[in-house]
């Protein structure tokens, strides 16, 4: 399913970033967007018992304008960080996407908040230059004290709010409190509860040629105009390379994106630049009523120039136009569908002895975590309220068992043939006697208990689609079976699996980027097959210590957006309320350690 993108990391070559106007949201301060966020389950309280929200749901736009320059040979690549303040505390509500070369920067990223009157909620804005350097790194993994500081500003939310068009311009300061001649402004927008979308895939026709030794590299960018005219990005399509004639993935636009079917848009196409200066191919002013009636007629309408006084020749065309209701995260929750929780530890060599206080998993009479059972507290705690059995299946990899061989699949539950373990307690106590029943040994291999989990999530699938599974695996080192693993998950991305990885020391996780696919580009398999979609999310854990988001919300907070992605496209709804209490559970799988080959199921598009 084509999703509705908005990062500018990589210049917009790829469309990757937040995704369809889910926004951000981290912490009390944000609220969650049908994306599965704090608030959400805030909301669901109120609702179960019959009672509404004290606050209002309001969506943040940013922009800033002579922003300074920090880079000898081009312009700076600003990306914003939004905190509220509370109790003297900065608490991060989110970050948007990085602009590339760009003092006038335009960010697509929303952020998420709850409007409280009766109370005074403090936001502090900060603009950061990020280095070249770190334009491959997720913009959640930043370092901010490693970037260049552009400048700041502050206000309540109650200031932008009260303003005539809920737009509020503020001069930067420097850290020293200076002000300085940049500016920026913020727009606030109260949320739609409404659930409908519109599914469109888009071509072009005939576009003008701004390149001078090849074809223009085009891609769209769709903008919502307010009521004083001001163009607000919603979404933007990846780049089609060295084309005239281009051919989009779909882009989906919820109502909350475009207010009504009869509000303008803007759509822009640009021939993309790495320099980000992207240069205007053409533009012209819709409304999502005019887009169905484009594509009823199956005519095309002409861009204009700049200045919108020449027609151009190029023609935007829609080759689908498909309403339909999009169902959020807790929709499902509630109505029966399950998240599954599944654990794999790393038990090879390079941990170092668990006796010793150096090792990763040496256990502290004092009773304080090692980052292993960190990792598993933080995520099971979280996972736990979302499966009713409470039944965890608890692996170990890379360890010589008992039996005298080195297994890269093993149950930590040794004291039956089960894989599962009973709560967070039992995953606790099974990882603390493995350590003391195996000899760590190598090497590291994931794609054994990938396996293994997808042999599970396909085994589920065959009885019910109200389940989806989470591996989380934790490690501490490079893997050898980079192909196998790549193999692995590129076969599970077709089944209701995501894949959480931990890296715990100091190791080099260059290759566990690779397997997650935040820069838009999917894994591909042995075989030439690419993934049907992201299932990996990796967070090394020295890059998020010591920051404002915590390991456990670097990780699952992708999680959601998967979870609904898989059930979107196989178009599996929310159940009924008369179902929504009586789950159906699948017999147990095979529960031996090591998973033979299974083939899943085809995509269901």
């Not at 190791?507 to 935040?518: E, G, S």
Request: aromatic letters at 8%.
């Amino acid at each position: 399913m084509g999703g509705c993108f908005s990062g500018d990391v990589r210049g917009g070559m790829e469309a990757v970033g937040g995704g369809g106007g889910s926004g951000m949201g981290r912490g009390p301060a944000a609220a969650g967007q049908g994306h599965g966020g704090a608030n959400e389950a805030v909301d669901h309280f109120f609702q179960g018992h019959a009672l509404r929200g004290l606050y209002t749901p309001l969506e943040l736009s940013f922009s800033a304008a002579k922003l300074r320059n920090m880079d000898a040979l081009s312009k700076s690549d600003p990306m914003l960080v939004i905190y509220a303040k509370k109790d003297g505390r900065l608490e991060e509500i989110g970050r948007t996407e990085v602009i590339l070369n760009s003092l006038e920067p335009l960010w697509i990223t929303k952020a998420m908040i709850n409007y409280q009157f009766e109370m005074v909620q403090p936001l502090v804005f900060k603009v950061y230059d990020i280095d070249t350097k770190y334009h491959n790194t997720p913009v959640k993994m930043l370092n901010l004290a490693q970037q260049d500081f552009l400048g700041e500003a502050c206000c309540n939310l109650s200031e932008i709010v009260t303003k005539f068009n809920h737009s509020l311009t503020l001069n930067l300061r420097s850290g020293s409190g200076h002000a300085l001649l940049s500016t920026m402004t913020v727009h606030a927008e109260e949320t739609s509860s409404s659930r409908m979308a519109v599914e469109m895939t888009f071509h072009c026709q005939n576009l003008d040629n701004k390149d001078t030794f090849s074809l223009s590299d085009p891609f769209l960018r769709v903008s919502r105009l307010s009521e004083n005219s001001a163009a607000i990005p919603i979404c933007k399509t990846e780049v089609v390379m060295n084309n005239l004639n281009p051919v989009w993935r779909p882009i989906t636009l919820t109502s909350q994106q475009y207010n009504s079917k009869d509000n303008p848009l803007l759509v822009e196409c640009f021939d993309f630049d790495d320099s980000g200066n992207h240069e205007l191919i053409g533009s012209l002013q819709t409304t999502i009523s005019q887009l169905e009636n484009l594509y009823n007629s199956k005519t095309g309408a002409n861009f204009y120039s700049n200045k919108g006084q020449k027609k151009m020749k190029g023609q935007l065309f829609l080759d689908k136009f498909q309403e339909k209701v999009q169902h959020t995260f807790l929709d499902y929750i509630s109505s029966g569908f399950e998240l599954n929780f599944m654990v794999a530890v790393d038990f090879t060599a390079s941990n170092g002895d668990p006796r010793t206080p150096q090792s990763l998993h040496y256990i502290d009479p004092s009773g304080r975590p090692n980052s292993y059972q960190q990792a598993i507290l933080g995520v099971s705690e979280v996972l736990q309220f979302y499966d009713s059995d409470r039944r965890f299946p608890a692996w170990g990899f890379g360890a010589k068992i008992p039996q005298g061989f080195i297994s890269h699949c093993f149950n930590l539950n040794a004291t039956t043939n089960d894989c599962e373990v009973v709560g967070v307690d039992g995953i606790m106590s099974a990882y603390s006697s493995t350590l003391y029943s195996v000899a760590l040994a190598g090497p590291t291999l994931f794609g054994p208990v990938i396996t293994k989990a997808a042999e599970i999530a396909n085994h589920s699938v065959q009885y019910s689609n109200n389940k989806y599974f989470v591996l989380l695996i934790i490690t501490d080192g490079v893997i050898t079976d980079v192909q196998e693993t790549k193999d692995a998950i590129v076969r599970a991305s077709d089944l209701p699996l995501s894949i959480l990885i931990v890296g715990v020391g100091n190791a080099d996780f260059t290759q566990m980027r690779i397997l997650d696919a935040d820069f838009g580009k999917r894994l591909e398999s042995s075989t030439g097959r690419v993934a049907t979609r992201d299932i990996v999310q990796f967070v090394p854990v020295r890059e998020v210590q010591g920051g404002t988001v915590t390991v456990v919300q670097s990780l699952l907070e992708e999680l959601p957006g998967q979870f609904l992605e898989y059930m979107r496209t196989r178009d599996i709804k929310p159940r009924p309320p008369q179902h929504a209490s009586a789950p159906a559970y699948a017999p147990p799988p095979p529960q031996h350690a090591s998973a033979p080959a299974y083939a899943p199921p085809p995509p269901q598009l």
